[in-house]
């Protein structure tokens, strides 16, 4: 059982928007900040998003992040079937660890 | 351009100690601010988060595994250890270490290195 809570799946058509949201509490998320990840298939995983809302250089503008109080919420646009991935938050814990979601798998139909 | 490498067994019997290595360039474990975690992953499961290592030697491990972890760093090797005691079935998982991305514990983590999958069984 994961601390932070991911919806398993969600997919969306190539050229579409989706968003997958990372629900945690006031122990974590909401006083930390929030990470996300990219995982394709067999590959280790990749920062996607840092500090709630920052890419790191190479990371294109079609993801993006944003945290309100005890969630966050991953935006992707501009689905390309190369985005096919597992996703998965990451924060902090008031417990000094660190914690992450379950993971989404993103189908692009 | 930052790169982290794990090494260590790829199989371990239950009750044996694991040692993994991670081997890093791009950055100093003795700048301010900079610290190294590690993250494991069991097949076709989620991401676990283990233990961290700071640039000033403060430690951060994960409370349901603290018992069993210790993690150490050796700055003139760029070398990061996590030692894992009473190996067991359940500790079969890729391991990996990432480079934590800014000077907050929650900055997240990137990096990470290619992983190494550990499997324990007699």
């Known amino acids: 059982q994961s601390v932070l809570t991911q919806p398993p799946s969600v997919s969306a058509a190539p050229g579409q928007k989706v968003t997958i949201s990372c629900s945690g509490s006031?122990?974590?998320?909401?006083?930390?900040?929030v990470s996300w990840y990219q995982q394709l298939p067999g590959t280790a995983p990749k920062l996607l998003i840092y500090?709630?809302?920052k890419r790191p250089s190479g990371i294109p503008d079609r993801f993006s992040g944003s945290k309100s109080g005890t969630s966050a919420t991953l935006g992707i646009t501009g689905l390309q079937t190369g985005d096919e991935a597992d996703y998965y938050c990451?924060?902090?814990?008031?417990?000094?660890?660190?914690?992450f979601g379950g993971g989404t798998k993103l189908t692009v139909l | 351009q930052i790169t982290l490498k794990e090494s260590g067994p790829t199989l371990v019997k239950p009750t044996q100690t694991l040692t993994l290595t991670c081997t890093f360039s791009?950055?100093?474990?003795?700048?301010?601010?900079?610290?190294v975690g590690w993250i494991r992953q069991p097949p076709g499961k989620a991401l676990e988060w283990l233990a961290l290592?700071?640039?000033?030697?403060?430690?951060r491990y994960s409370p349901s595994l603290k018992s069993r972890l210790t993690i150490t760093k050796d700055t003139s090797k760029n070398q990061v250890v996590l030692t894992m005691t009473n190996m067991d079935p359940v500790d079969t998982a890729t391991y990996y270490c990432?480079?934590?991305?800014?000077?907050?514990?929650?900055?997240?983590?990137?990096?990470w290195g290619q992983g190494t999958l550990v499997t324990v069984s007699s």
């Open positions: 990432a480079h934590r991305r800014g000077y907050y514990d929650s900055s997240g983590y990137g990096p």
């Open positions: 290592i700071y640039w000033d030697d403060d430690k």
């Open positions: 006031s122990s974590n998320i909401g006083n930390n900040y």
């Open positions: 500090e709630n809302n």
């Open positions: 990451g924060t902090w814990d008031s417990s000094l660890r660190g914690v």
């Open positions: 791009g950055f100093s474990l003795s700048t301010s601010g900079v610290g």
